[in-house]
Protein backbone atom coordinates (compact mmCIF):
# COMPACT_ATOMS: atom_id res chain seq x y z
CA UNK A 1 0.00 0.00 0.00
CA UNK A 2 1.46 3.27 -0.92
CA UNK A 3 2.24 5.55 1.91
CA UNK A 4 1.10 8.61 2.59
CA UNK A 5 2.22 12.06 5.09
CA UNK A 6 -0.29 11.05 8.85
CA UNK A 7 -1.74 13.98 9.99
CA UNK A 8 -0.48 15.24 13.74
CA UNK A 9 -2.99 13.48 16.22
CA UNK A 10 -5.05 15.35 18.94
CA UNK A 11 -5.28 19.16 19.00
CA UNK A 12 -3.66 20.12 15.95
CA UNK A 13 -5.26 17.85 13.59
CA UNK A 14 -8.54 19.35 14.69
CA UNK A 15 -6.67 22.28 14.26
CA UNK A 16 -6.08 21.54 10.70
CA UNK A 17 -9.48 20.42 9.74
CA UNK A 18 -11.08 23.59 11.06
CA UNK A 19 -8.89 25.61 9.13
CA UNK A 20 -9.79 23.73 6.20
CA UNK A 21 -13.32 24.08 7.05
CA UNK A 22 -12.96 27.70 7.43
CA UNK A 23 -10.88 28.30 4.61
CA UNK A 24 -13.13 26.73 1.75
CA UNK A 25 -16.60 27.92 3.32
CA UNK A 26 -15.61 31.87 4.11
CA UNK A 27 -13.36 32.15 1.31
CA UNK A 28 -12.88 29.58 -0.79
CA UNK A 29 -9.18 30.96 -1.13
CA UNK A 30 -6.38 28.90 -2.46
CA UNK A 31 -3.76 30.21 -0.42
CA UNK A 32 -5.59 28.15 2.60
CA UNK A 33 -5.81 24.86 0.48
CA UNK A 34 -2.01 25.56 0.17
CA UNK A 35 -1.35 26.01 3.53
CA UNK A 36 -3.34 22.93 4.33
CA UNK A 37 -0.90 21.17 1.48
CA UNK A 38 2.01 22.32 3.53
CA UNK A 39 0.80 21.31 6.90
CA UNK A 40 0.89 17.40 6.02
CA UNK A 41 3.70 17.46 3.90
CA UNK A 42 6.83 15.44 4.86
CA UNK A 43 10.06 17.84 5.67
CA UNK A 44 13.16 16.88 4.48
CA UNK A 45 13.99 20.36 3.73
CA UNK A 46 16.27 21.17 7.09
CA UNK A 47 16.95 19.99 10.25
CA UNK A 48 15.52 22.63 11.92
CA UNK A 49 11.89 22.21 11.14
CA UNK A 50 10.67 20.60 14.39
CA UNK A 51 10.33 22.71 18.29
CA UNK A 52 13.27 20.77 20.55
CA UNK A 53 13.71 17.87 22.13
CA UNK A 54 11.67 16.95 24.95
CA UNK A 55 14.27 16.38 27.33
CA UNK A 56 15.07 20.06 26.88
CA UNK A 57 11.39 20.99 27.20
CA UNK A 58 11.49 19.07 30.40
CA UNK A 59 14.16 20.76 31.78
CA UNK A 60 12.68 24.50 30.44
CA UNK A 61 9.71 23.34 32.19
CA UNK A 62 10.68 22.29 35.70
CA UNK A 63 12.51 25.42 36.26
CA UNK A 64 9.87 27.88 34.25
CA UNK A 65 9.01 29.92 37.47
CA UNK A 66 12.15 29.98 39.04
CA UNK A 67 13.82 33.12 39.49
CA UNK A 68 17.73 33.29 37.74
CA UNK A 69 20.23 36.02 37.30
CA UNK A 70 20.25 37.33 33.73
CA UNK A 71 21.98 37.40 31.12
CA UNK A 72 23.64 33.97 31.14
CA UNK A 73 24.86 34.75 34.65
CA UNK A 74 22.99 32.06 36.56
CA UNK A 75 23.46 28.91 38.13
CA UNK A 76 22.12 26.62 34.91
CA UNK A 77 24.33 28.60 32.36
CA UNK A 78 27.37 28.24 34.67
CA UNK A 79 26.56 24.28 34.94
CA UNK A 80 26.16 23.90 30.94
CA UNK A 81 29.56 25.74 30.83
CA UNK A 82 31.35 23.67 33.29
CA UNK A 83 29.61 20.11 31.14
CA UNK A 84 31.18 21.65 27.92
CA UNK A 85 35.11 22.46 29.69
CA UNK A 86 34.86 19.20 30.72
CA UNK A 87 33.91 17.58 27.61
CA UNK A 88 36.24 19.16 25.86
CA UNK A 89 39.08 18.98 28.30
CA UNK A 90 39.54 22.41 28.55
CA UNK A 91 38.99 24.07 31.83
CA UNK A 92 40.90 27.30 30.90
CA UNK A 93 38.35 27.56 27.90
CA UNK A 94 35.66 30.34 27.97
CA UNK A 95 32.07 29.38 27.22
CA UNK A 96 29.31 31.41 25.67
CA UNK A 97 25.58 31.02 24.82
CA UNK A 98 24.64 32.81 22.02
CA UNK A 99 21.44 32.97 20.53
CA UNK A 100 21.70 31.45 16.77
CA UNK A 101 24.17 30.35 14.26
CA UNK A 102 24.14 34.01 12.20
CA UNK A 103 24.73 35.93 15.75
CA UNK A 104 27.90 33.71 16.90
CA UNK A 105 29.19 33.95 12.79
CA UNK A 106 29.43 37.66 13.33
CA UNK A 107 30.08 37.83 17.13
CA UNK A 108 33.51 35.79 16.79
CA UNK A 109 34.35 37.49 13.50
CA UNK A 110 34.47 40.60 14.41
CA UNK A 111 35.59 40.11 17.89
CA UNK A 112 38.80 38.34 16.21
CA UNK A 113 39.24 41.00 13.74
CA UNK A 114 40.42 44.69 12.83
CA UNK A 115 39.12 46.80 10.69
CA UNK A 116 41.55 46.22 7.91
CA UNK A 117 41.09 42.46 8.11
CA UNK A 118 39.53 39.47 6.68
CA UNK A 119 38.48 36.08 6.93
CA UNK A 120 39.46 32.89 4.36
CA UNK A 121 36.19 30.63 3.62
CA UNK A 122 35.50 28.36 1.23
CA UNK A 123 32.93 29.49 -1.55
CA UNK A 124 30.35 27.08 -0.35
CA UNK A 125 30.83 28.56 3.57
CA UNK A 126 27.61 29.88 5.60
CA UNK A 127 28.86 33.30 5.90
CA UNK A 128 29.30 33.44 2.16
CA UNK A 129 25.95 32.36 1.02
CA UNK A 130 23.64 32.39 3.44
CA UNK A 131 23.74 35.35 6.21
CA UNK A 132 22.94 38.11 4.11
CA UNK A 133 26.22 39.95 3.78
CA UNK A 134 26.40 39.63 7.85
CA UNK A 135 29.75 40.04 8.47
CA UNK A 136 30.56 42.38 5.14
CA UNK A 137 27.91 44.53 6.81
CA UNK A 138 30.67 44.93 9.68
CA UNK A 139 33.50 45.78 7.60
CA UNK A 140 35.06 42.90 7.10
CA UNK A 141 35.66 40.89 3.60
CA UNK A 142 35.50 37.23 3.15
CA UNK A 143 38.04 35.96 1.00
CA UNK A 144 36.48 33.02 -0.41
CA UNK A 145 38.05 30.21 -2.12
CA UNK A 146 36.51 27.54 -4.85
CA UNK A 147 35.50 23.82 -3.44
CA UNK A 148 34.19 21.30 -4.74
CA UNK A 149 33.46 19.46 -1.34
CA UNK A 150 32.19 22.46 0.68
CA UNK A 151 35.98 22.04 2.55
CA UNK A 152 39.08 24.69 2.49
CA UNK A 153 42.48 22.57 2.13
CA UNK A 154 45.80 24.02 4.08
CA UNK A 155 47.29 24.14 0.69
CA UNK A 156 45.13 27.36 -0.05
CA UNK A 157 44.96 28.77 3.53
CA UNK A 158 49.24 29.01 2.74
CA UNK A 159 48.55 30.79 -0.50
CA UNK A 160 46.55 32.97 0.60
CA UNK A 161 48.59 34.26 2.70
CA UNK A 162 52.04 33.37 0.77
CA UNK A 163 50.44 35.98 -2.26
CA UNK A 164 49.48 38.77 0.79
CA UNK A 165 53.05 38.46 1.54
CA UNK A 166 54.43 38.56 -1.48
CA UNK A 167 52.27 41.76 -2.50
CA UNK A 168 54.36 44.55 -2.57
CA UNK A 169 51.27 46.86 -2.52
CA UNK A 170 49.67 44.77 0.25
CA UNK A 171 48.93 47.30 2.35
CA UNK A 172 46.40 48.63 0.01
CA UNK A 173 44.73 45.01 -0.07
CA UNK A 174 43.07 43.01 2.62
CA UNK A 175 45.12 41.16 5.27
CA UNK A 176 43.84 37.03 5.78
CA UNK A 177 43.24 37.11 9.52
CA UNK A 178 40.86 34.25 10.37
CA UNK A 179 39.94 31.14 8.41
CA UNK A 180 36.55 30.03 8.79
CA UNK A 181 35.75 26.19 8.24
CA UNK A 182 32.50 24.40 8.80
CA UNK A 183 32.16 21.09 10.33
CA UNK A 184 29.73 19.48 8.81
CA UNK A 185 30.08 22.07 5.93
CA UNK A 186 27.23 23.22 3.77
CA UNK A 187 27.52 19.76 1.62
CA UNK A 188 27.42 17.68 4.23
CA UNK A 189 31.08 16.78 4.18
CA UNK A 190 33.24 16.81 7.31
CA UNK A 191 37.23 17.13 7.97
CA UNK A 192 38.69 14.23 9.08
CA UNK A 193 41.56 14.68 11.95
CA UNK A 194 44.60 14.77 9.59
CA UNK A 195 43.24 17.61 7.80
CA UNK A 196 42.31 19.61 10.44
CA UNK A 197 45.47 19.32 12.35
CA UNK A 198 46.95 20.45 8.55
CA UNK A 199 44.93 23.87 8.90
CA UNK A 200 45.37 24.33 12.52
CA UNK A 201 49.62 24.27 11.98
CA UNK A 202 49.14 26.78 8.84
CA UNK A 203 46.82 29.11 10.48
CA UNK A 204 49.56 29.26 13.44
CA UNK A 205 52.59 29.44 11.31
CA UNK A 206 50.56 32.33 9.59
CA UNK A 207 49.17 34.10 12.91
CA UNK A 208 45.62 33.21 11.82
CA UNK A 209 42.87 32.31 13.89
CA UNK A 210 40.90 29.65 12.85
CA UNK A 211 37.35 29.08 13.66
CA UNK A 212 34.79 26.17 13.23
CA UNK A 213 31.26 27.11 12.29
CA UNK A 214 29.72 23.64 14.54
CA UNK A 215 26.15 24.65 13.81
CA UNK A 216 25.70 20.80 12.70
CA UNK A 217 28.95 19.19 14.88
CA UNK A 218 27.08 16.68 16.02
CA UNK A 219 26.06 15.30 12.82
CA UNK A 220 30.08 15.01 11.89
CA UNK A 221 31.01 13.89 15.23
CA UNK A 222 28.48 11.34 14.84
CA UNK A 223 29.21 10.43 11.44
CA UNK A 224 30.34 6.82 10.71
CA UNK A 225 34.33 7.99 9.50
CA UNK A 226 34.52 10.68 11.65
CA UNK A 227 37.88 11.16 13.57
CA UNK A 228 37.51 13.98 15.55
CA UNK A 229 36.61 14.46 19.38
CA UNK A 230 35.78 17.90 21.22
CA UNK A 231 38.99 17.40 22.55
CA UNK A 232 40.78 17.67 19.31
CA UNK A 233 38.72 20.62 18.18
CA UNK A 234 39.24 22.70 21.47
CA UNK A 235 43.01 21.69 20.87
CA UNK A 236 43.11 22.69 17.14
CA UNK A 237 40.90 25.78 17.21
CA UNK A 238 41.22 28.73 18.58
CA UNK A 239 37.33 29.08 18.45
CA UNK A 240 34.17 26.99 17.52
CA UNK A 241 30.81 26.79 18.41
CA UNK A 242 28.47 23.41 19.54
CA UNK A 243 25.22 23.97 17.52
CA UNK A 244 21.80 23.42 19.37
CA UNK A 245 19.36 25.01 17.38
CA UNK A 246 19.57 22.87 14.68
CA UNK A 247 20.73 19.60 16.62
CA UNK A 248 17.77 19.01 19.19
CA UNK A 249 18.09 22.32 21.21
CA UNK A 250 14.56 25.55 20.79
CA UNK A 251 17.56 27.52 19.87
CA UNK A 252 20.69 28.37 20.87
CA UNK A 253 24.92 27.87 20.27
CA UNK A 254 27.82 27.60 22.78
CA UNK A 255 31.11 29.14 21.54
CA UNK A 256 33.72 28.23 22.81
CA UNK A 257 37.16 30.08 23.11
CA UNK A 258 41.01 28.86 23.62
CA UNK A 259 42.83 31.91 22.42
CA UNK A 260 43.49 34.31 25.45
CA UNK A 261 43.09 37.52 22.89
CA UNK A 262 39.88 35.80 21.58
CA UNK A 263 38.42 36.06 25.10
CA UNK A 264 38.94 39.55 25.71
CA UNK A 265 36.19 41.63 26.36
CA UNK A 266 33.84 39.01 24.17
CA UNK A 267 30.83 39.62 26.22
CA UNK A 268 30.83 43.41 25.05
CA UNK A 269 30.41 42.30 21.64
CA UNK A 270 27.88 39.86 22.12
CA UNK A 271 25.82 42.40 23.81
CA UNK A 272 26.81 44.61 20.44
CA UNK A 273 25.91 42.40 18.06
CA UNK A 274 22.32 41.59 19.28
CA UNK A 275 23.78 37.44 20.13
CA UNK A 276 23.06 37.96 24.33
CA UNK A 277 19.35 36.86 25.36
CA UNK A 278 17.89 38.56 28.90
CA UNK A 279 16.69 35.07 30.07
CA UNK A 280 20.05 33.70 29.37
CA UNK A 281 18.99 30.77 31.45
CA UNK A 282 17.10 29.34 29.11
CA UNK A 283 19.87 28.97 26.91
CA UNK A 284 22.18 27.15 29.63
CA UNK A 285 19.17 24.61 30.48
CA UNK A 286 18.96 23.82 27.11
CA UNK A 287 23.01 22.86 26.72
CA UNK A 288 22.27 21.10 30.44
CA UNK A 289 19.84 19.18 28.87
CA UNK A 290 21.76 18.08 26.12
CA UNK A 291 25.28 17.47 27.54
CA UNK A 292 24.89 16.00 31.01
CA UNK A 293 23.42 12.33 29.74
CA UNK A 294 24.89 12.34 26.50
CA UNK A 295 21.37 13.24 25.04
CA UNK A 296 23.95 15.53 21.77
CA UNK A 297 25.44 12.80 20.49
CA UNK A 298 22.77 10.26 21.10
CA UNK A 299 20.07 12.22 18.85
CA UNK A 300 23.16 13.09 16.34
CA UNK A 301 23.79 9.84 15.61
CA UNK A 302 20.15 9.02 15.43
CA UNK A 303 19.43 11.08 12.65
CA UNK A 304 22.92 9.96 10.81
CA UNK A 305 21.36 6.58 10.98
CA UNK A 306 18.52 7.73 8.96
CA UNK A 307 19.97 9.71 6.47
CA UNK A 308 22.67 6.21 5.91
CA UNK A 309 18.84 4.13 5.42
CA UNK A 310 18.33 7.39 2.59
CA UNK A 311 21.68 6.76 1.35
CA UNK A 312 21.61 3.28 0.46
CA UNK A 313 18.30 3.39 -0.68
CA UNK A 314 19.38 6.08 -3.62
CA UNK A 315 22.70 4.48 -4.35
CA UNK A 316 20.59 1.01 -4.80
CA UNK A 317 18.19 3.18 -7.15
CA UNK A 318 21.38 4.07 -8.93
CA UNK A 319 21.19 7.78 -8.12
CA UNK A 320 24.09 10.20 -8.06
CA UNK A 321 24.90 12.25 -5.31
CA UNK A 322 26.33 15.77 -5.97
CA UNK A 323 28.89 15.16 -3.17
CA UNK A 324 29.39 12.02 -1.39
CA UNK A 325 29.19 12.44 2.28
CA UNK A 326 28.57 10.60 6.06
CA UNK A 327 26.41 13.04 7.61
CA UNK A 328 22.42 14.06 8.06
CA UNK A 329 21.95 16.15 5.01
CA UNK A 330 22.26 14.58 1.35
CA UNK A 331 22.17 15.77 -2.38
CA UNK A 332 20.98 13.57 -4.74
CA UNK A 333 20.77 14.41 -7.98
CA UNK A 334 17.60 13.98 -9.89
CA UNK A 335 15.41 14.12 -13.01
CA UNK A 336 13.67 17.00 -12.74
CA UNK A 337 10.18 14.72 -13.44
CA UNK A 338 10.38 12.97 -10.61
CA UNK A 339 10.96 16.06 -8.28
CA UNK A 340 7.97 17.07 -10.07
CA UNK A 341 5.95 14.14 -8.91
CA UNK A 342 7.26 14.48 -5.14
CA UNK A 343 7.49 17.97 -4.43
CA UNK A 344 3.60 17.99 -3.43
CA UNK A 345 4.72 14.86 -1.15
CA UNK A 346 7.89 15.86 0.26
CA UNK A 347 9.61 19.35 1.36
CA UNK A 348 13.43 19.30 0.35
CA UNK A 349 15.27 21.95 -0.48
CA UNK A 350 16.77 22.89 -3.98
CA UNK A 351 20.86 22.83 -4.55
CA UNK A 352 21.84 23.41 -8.18
CA UNK A 353 20.99 22.82 -12.00
CA UNK A 354 23.19 19.90 -12.80
CA UNK A 355 21.92 19.39 -16.76
CA UNK A 356 19.03 20.00 -19.12
CA UNK A 357 16.80 17.53 -17.07
CA UNK A 358 18.30 16.95 -13.43
CA UNK A 359 18.55 19.06 -10.44
CA UNK A 360 20.35 18.28 -7.10
CA UNK A 361 18.12 18.88 -4.16
CA UNK A 362 19.07 18.32 -0.68
CA UNK A 363 17.42 15.97 1.95
CA UNK A 364 17.94 16.20 5.41
CA UNK A 365 17.07 14.16 8.43
CA UNK A 366 17.06 15.59 11.79
CA UNK A 367 17.38 14.93 16.10
CA UNK A 368 13.29 14.77 15.46
CA UNK A 369 13.06 12.58 11.44
CA UNK A 370 10.34 9.99 11.97
CA UNK A 371 11.27 6.49 10.76
CA UNK A 372 8.02 5.73 8.99
CA UNK A 373 8.57 9.28 6.95
CA UNK A 374 12.28 7.87 5.85
CA UNK A 375 10.64 4.23 4.97
CA UNK A 376 7.65 6.49 3.33
CA UNK A 377 10.75 7.83 0.83
CA UNK A 378 12.41 4.70 0.48
CA UNK A 379 9.70 3.06 -0.78
CA UNK A 380 8.90 5.66 -3.26
CA UNK A 381 12.55 5.53 -4.63
CA UNK A 382 11.96 1.71 -5.13
CA UNK A 383 8.83 2.48 -6.53
CA UNK A 384 10.00 5.32 -9.18
CA UNK A 385 13.04 3.19 -9.74
CA UNK A 386 11.12 -0.16 -10.60
CA UNK A 387 8.83 1.98 -12.98
CA UNK A 388 11.41 4.06 -15.05
CA UNK A 389 14.09 1.75 -14.81
CA UNK A 390 16.62 4.34 -14.96
CA UNK A 391 17.90 7.31 -12.89
Same mark, same amino acid.
Given at each position: ????????????? !?????????????????? !???????? *???????????????????????? !???? +???? =??????????? %?????? #?????? &???? *? #? =???? !??? &???? =??????? *????? +?????????????????????????????? @??????????? /???? $?????????????????? %? =?????????????????????????????????? @?????? %?????? @?????????????????? #????????????? $???????????????? /???? %???? @????? #????????????????????????????? &????????????? $????????????????? /???????????? +????? /??????????????????????
Amino acid at each position: MACQAALPDGFFA !NLIFMEYIWGSRAHRDEN !NKDWIRRS *VMIRFNCDYSEGAHEKVLEKLIAT !NREQ +TQGY =GMDFYSMQAKG %LIRQIC #GREDAD &VHFL *V #G =GTQA !NLT &VISA =GLRPHQG *VIAAE +TGHINVHETGAIEACGHKILAFPSKDGKLS @AKQVEECCLAH /REDM $DREHTVQPKMVYISQSTE %L =GTIYGKEELEEISAVCRKNGLFLFMDGARLGYAL @AASDNT %LTFQDL @ARLCDVFYIGGTKVGALF #GEAVVITHPSLKE $DFRYFIKQKGGMLAKG /RLLG %LQFM @ALFED #GLYMEISRYADGLAEQLRKAFHQAGIPFL &VENTTNQLFPILP $DSVLELWKEKYSFSYQQ /RVDESHSAVRFC +TSWAT /RQEDVDCLMEDIRNWKDRDGEA
